[in-house]
């Protein structure tokens, strides 16, 4: 291991780069405005209230952005396909999901760098949970 001279900065994480927690809170919070009027994505989230569902979301996206493990130190691995696999995840679904996503992040207001690695990881992680052909 590198051993770091006293008085240098470590490069910041992505987490800190992009404004930590609240960044993120902002996120998944507006995401689930959308979620909310959805008549596809809402009968996915069969909790009459969507706030469990919105902390999940911030609590994975802080830690997998290099922010605090309350995530996995409260309910260990992600395991995201199998988590929802229960739900049928068509085109659709992956559309609609993105479509509040979208509106989520332009929210932010992040700079462009920023927005296209949070967007591409995104796009990327909703692919992954289609798991049905249309």
Known sequence: ?????????????????????????????????GVAEDPLLRPMYPDEDLGPAE???????????????????NRGHPRLRMRHAPFTVDQAAHDAWLKHMRTAVDELGL????????????TYAAASMLNTGD
């Open 111 to 122: 700079p462009e760098e920023h927005e296209r690695t949070l967007w591409k990881y995104l």
């Open 1 to 33: 291991m590198k051993e770091i001279p006293r008085g240098t900065l470590q490069e910041q994480t992505f987490y800190e780069q992009v404004g930590g927690e609240e960044t993120f809170r902002r996120l998944v919070h507006s995401f689930y405005q």
């Open 55 to 73: 902390e999940r979301l911030t609590l994975f996206l802080i830690q997998y952005w290099g922010g605090p493990r309350t995530y996995s130190d």
